[in-house]
């Protein structure tokens, strides 16, 4: 492990997509990527299976598996999985629950699990009414998510999250009793059971969000990191809270950046020389996704091309422009900066955590597109970054916890297997 | 859940084969098939490895794989499979055994294991011998297969399949004695060297046929069913009795058919409205296969084809017609029916359980080709459904026992895993 070479795993978030229509384009098909493409025909591409085959993964599991981490075996809790999507600081025994207002009627029946689904305002509102619960030993904090939803964290000593959740998850019936499922969570069953007493009683004036549903108890997973498996020292760079507190749960320090993608490749280039590894997520190509548009999906994948060259010295081909895309004026930054500012690591992943097609508008089971680009790897014969051709990569179709292994092994940084 | 889309897998048994002369095309290739090249074109494609790279898979882990189970966790015994193969209708606890008529000479030594190879005739009348025999607390069941091949089943309170088998497997040693290999197979174990003890009386003047051997020992395995892992209301429509007896493992309504594949499509249209997932089975290419017959196994493909236009709107392009292809004629079923007698399912899959190439005349341990096509999946180059187009599939080669999860996936009738 005496290498020093560096790696740097670019993540656009949902980058896999499909076409609009039956043989059309997907979204990074469209897009104009001299840089990308370039670098594919540097590299070696392939498909990424983050779960498995079929299976549409949430952000947690499909981040675990970019990092290393079989996510079938890996398993992060609903409740830590939304404490970390809003940057709370959450302590190693800290048991975390996903959180609903909601509405109950005269006889203690759940008639909206949503509470009518009341505005972020009212939600920050009622958290603030909920914090002057007193619970014996234990140290409480009710934070607001977005609508109906909010996050409670339990602090405390001895605390465990083996408990039945609160929520019924159907209307016309009561909110559960909090329930023990190991002898050692029975203190706990009690603790959270007060918290709901209080909370109704506190909120029994405020229809229609005059109850909470508790779900998804769970405590910090106690995963092996990334600098003790690996020895490597790895940073993320990412501008939204989840995927910072994912790549902390690995154990990569975590890079203070600004909002745009420029300024996430500005901080990488900042942070350089201090790390081996570097995690950097770009969180537009799935937010599009998710909003079913199609071009902004391309913008944003065109808009990170256009960075790559602060990290890599590329020459991309001409490149005959057609169709919808964005102006190849992004070609000239290449030649425009000086070759001394290229950080070239050694090592270049680009992928997604899985594929959010704009069609679907969601995340979806399909393969993402990986690329691999290194001194040392074995170059195959696609020419560009895009699903039909990372079909045909050398790399085939392959369970994205295997990143983590090529990453390393075209670093250099793996030993030999046996003697 | 809420998905109601419906998905058809259609399986030519034994569809994989191997060109006759090096270069040249296999049957699937060979075959003038219109509609399932332009489903290929719409869809997906593939190859499949029923257990493993290499192996040469039986009916039943090649069926179980296709239904989504693991073939190597979930085995069918023997026995079960015999009584399945003809339709016996075995019961949760009974103990099936796969049995032989067999010669034994005056020192009581196997001298021939099939008894010269009887005529099934025969077979028939001496299994009508052996149903007299009585056994305390037990009954019988004795079914001629073939041959010098039958069954013995046993039906009774408290019986065991943890037995050792009769049959030595070589000639010169006795006919073992049958020993139960746990504690609760004990009183199994008299039961079945009973029904031999009075077999072999009854057969005495009856050389060649003058003993049995047993083995195989199987009770019903207990697989959880496709309604209850998937949620779906599956049916299977197959004309022979093992797939009939393999898809009712696994859960399957049996739909009564005709003999021919146009009765077997026919029974898909009839039944289209009350089931989510059909498996129908087509023999006539392992058959054909196994026969060594390769232009009989070309028909066959040919002829399902022909049927396919009752399934789906297709619009084959032109094609140029070459070798030793059937007429074109096929093509014009589409253009005749009416488009309302469509089914168009949501998803649909073609595939084999294995490959039986007419070269090898058996089972082999090829891939096999491998098509879906769904309005969500990400259609790859192929333009035909072949053994070569399938090796560039964007699927690339997979194990068969995904095929479940993809078309599950591709029905929309998957949630996420991970949050």
Redesign the interface.
């Known amino acids: 492990m005496a290498s020093t070479a560096k790696i740097v795993v670019l993540v656009l978030d949902g980058l896999g997509g499909?076409?609009r229509e039956?043989?059309g384009k997907?979204e990074l098909e469209t897009a104009f990527t001299p840089n990308l493409d370039a670098l594919a025909a540097k590299g070696m591409v392939g498909?990424i299976n983050p779960?498995?085959?079929?299976?549409?993964?949430?952000?947690?599991?499909?981040h675990l598996a970019l990092f290393g981490y079989d996510?079938v075996r890996y398993?992060?809790g609903?409740g830590v999985?939304?404490a970390l999507g809003i940057g709370f600081d959450l302590k190693d025994r800290d048991v975390a629950a996903r959180a609903n207002f909601a509405t109950v009627d005269a006889q203690g029946l759940v008639s909206d699990r949503r509470a009518g689904r009341l505005a972020t305002e009212k939600c920050i509102e009622l958290c603030g009414l909920l914090r002057r619960i007193k619970l014996e030993d234990v140290e409480l904090f009710v934070e607001p998510v977005k609508e109906h939803r909010f996050v409670v964290v339990f602090r405390g000593s001895d605390l465990s999250d083996h408990l039945t959740e609160s929520d019924p998850q159907k209307v016309g019936l009561p909110p559960g009793e909090v329930r023990a499922t190991r002898p050692k969570s029975a203190r706990t069953a009690r603790i959270v059971n007060e918290f709901v007493r209080q909370a109704h009683e506190i909120l029994a004036n405020h229809h229609p969000a005059n109850a909470v549903l508790l779900r998804?108890f769970a405590q910090h997973p106690k995963l092996p990191t990334i600098p003790e498996i690996y020895g490597l020292q790895a940073a993320a760079i990412a501008v939204y809270p989840m995927y910072r507190g994912l790549a902390k749960l690995a154990g990569m320090s975590i890079l203070a950046t600004g909002t745009t993608v420029a300024d996430e490749f500005a901080t990488l280039a900042e942070h350089y020389a201090s790390y081996d590894y570097f995690f950097i997520h770009v969180k537009g190509t799935d937010t599009a996704g998710e909003d079913g548009d199609f071009a902004r999906k391309v913008r944003v994948i065109e808009e990170v091309d256009a960075e790559l060259p602060t990290l890599l010295q590329l020459n991309p081909d001409v490149v005959v422009v057609t169709g919808d895309h964005s102006t190849p004026a992004l070609l000239r930054r290449d030649t425009q900066l000086p070759t001394l500012l290229k950080l070239n690591p050694d090592v270049v992943v680009v992928t997604g955590d899985h594929s959010t097609p704009a069609?679907?508008r969601s995340?979806?089971?399909?393969p993402v597109p990986f690329l691999l680009s290194s001194r040392w790897c074995r170059a195959d014969a696609a020419r560009e970054f895009g699903?039909?051709a990372c079909?045909?990569g050398s790399l085939?179709?392959f369970p994205a916890v295997n990143i983590m292994g090529l990453a390393l092994a075209n670093a250099l940084r793996l030993t030999k297997f046996g003697a």
Chains 1, 2 share one sequence.
């Open positions: 499909l076409p039956e043989g997907t498909l779960v498995g085959p079929g299976i549409t993964p949430g952000s947690g599991p499909a996510p398993q992060i609903r999985l939304e998804g069609l679907l995340h979806s089971w399909h699903e039909t079909a045909s085939g179709t």
